[in-house]
């Protein structure tokens, strides 16, 4: 093919009859450059090939010259940022990166470190999204919505660099004292302020584990994570209200066939009292977990194979599920907990009980009926005193049922039953009498 052919075939291409895009051409040495589709097009015919904007003449063009100009400006901007890092972007690198820039009309980022704290937290988020259940995310997205009123009232500029032990300090009496509580009951939603010590706590360990898994995979350079102020008190003594045998021997029994919404609350939380499971694992029961009178599953906070076999103290559980042909009622946990009252309030659960809990310095007391306390939480709570204080099941297989790692953790679930004290003390026998045993044998 002649030269003059070749031109003439591309001068056809040009001049189509239809838009066509706009492309930037940029050049990163004297050898190497590309070229970067943007979503702007033109008629071939009202572009000026000399001057590289649209024609004058043609309609429109004032406003889009000054889009393209724009365009090209910021890009101009933006590559001389990208040249002054310490670490110079490649060619592919500064390609990908202006195409993205063009595409996106956001300036992407050269290193993971640029990122910004809340940019992580949601790469965090959607990493965690595939290994955590939904009720462990919510918490998580609820931490950083609350960070992020904290920091958009107290700080012009925040990053991983601010985070010191002024910010904790800061951050737990905000957390304390002014971050909003939907749990508080107020009828001024401008009353509902604070949050109670083990609440904060929780906040406060959240943001250091975040800290140490963004540090981990190079998000940033900041070790405060490491500081030995970097903690919030957590009161390991907490009141934990449980209902005693009797008390569920009551509310199992207790017919509310005149209430299916309150019977089935009811039956949840016995079905969760007699296994002593976690929530998320009892809104995800699946029949095909259950060989013959056994459950086996895998719990989805630890990962681990759970046991628990359908006999003794847990043999309810069975009939449970057989009055709901193994597919146990579907409800929201938060749902759960107001019908819980209401069954509670109807089976006549009416006990005072005393909670005392810590807001920084000011001491929390409340005393109230147990149909008014009571929580899917409580019924974990409760099979864990039922089985070490009624039947002594060793602390070992109690915790191979609830899945806790660690004894201290599971003393704080455990309530301080006196009455079962006494009656297990009075089973045994002092030193004075066991002596008289052995003399009398020898």
Known sequence: MTDAKSRNRKMESILSTKEVPVRLTIGFDRTRRFHCKTSMNVYPKQWDFDKQRMKPAASGSQSFNTRLHTLQENIKEYIDELMLQPEKP??????????EYVSTNTKPRLTEQDKTYFQVY???????????????????????KTLETFTGKYYKRFDF???????????????????????IKE???????????????????????????????????????????????????LDIVTMTIHELKKFYE?????????????????FQSFTGQRWGDISAFRKEDVHGDTWIFEAQKTGKETIIPFVGY????????????????????????????????????TRMVEINRFQGVKKLNYIKPLHEVISSHMARRTAVSILLNIYRVPVP????????????????????????????LEQTRSVSEFMKVVKSVS
């Open 122 to 144: 949601d790469e965090f988020l959607e990493r965690k999204e595939k290994e955590l259940n939904h009720r462990t995310i919510q918490k998580f997205r609820s931490a950083k």
């Open 254 to 270: 207790y017919d509310l066939s005149e209430f299916p919404s309150l019977e089935r609350a009811r039956d949840l939380f016995c």
């Open 314 to 349: 847990s043999a309810p559980a069975m009939d449970i599920l057989k009055k709901y042909n193994y597919e146990l009622p579907v409800i929201s946990n938060q749902k759960l907990n107001d019908y819980l009252k209401l069954a509670a309030a109807e089976a006549k659960l």
């Open 161 to 183: 660099d601010v985070i010191d032990i002024n910010f904790i300090d800061k951050y737990k009496s905000y957390l304390l004292y002014e971050a909003y509580n939907q749990k």
């Open 187 to 237: 009828k001024d939603k401008k009353k509902r302020k604070g949050f109670r010590d083990d609440t904060v706590a929780k906040y406060i360990e959240n943001l250091k584990n975040f800290l140490r898994w963004s540090h981990e995979r190079g998000f940033h350079t900041n070790t405060i994570f490491q500081h030995s102020q970097f903690r919030a008190k957590r009161d390991k003594n």
């Open 397 to 424: 297989q109690v915790m191979e049922i609830t899945g806790h790692s660690d004894f201290d953790t599971l003393k704080r679930y455990i309530d301080k039953d006196r009455e079962a004290l006494r009656t297990n």
């Open 90 to 99: 490649s060619y592919e690198q500064l390609r990908d990166l202006i195409q």
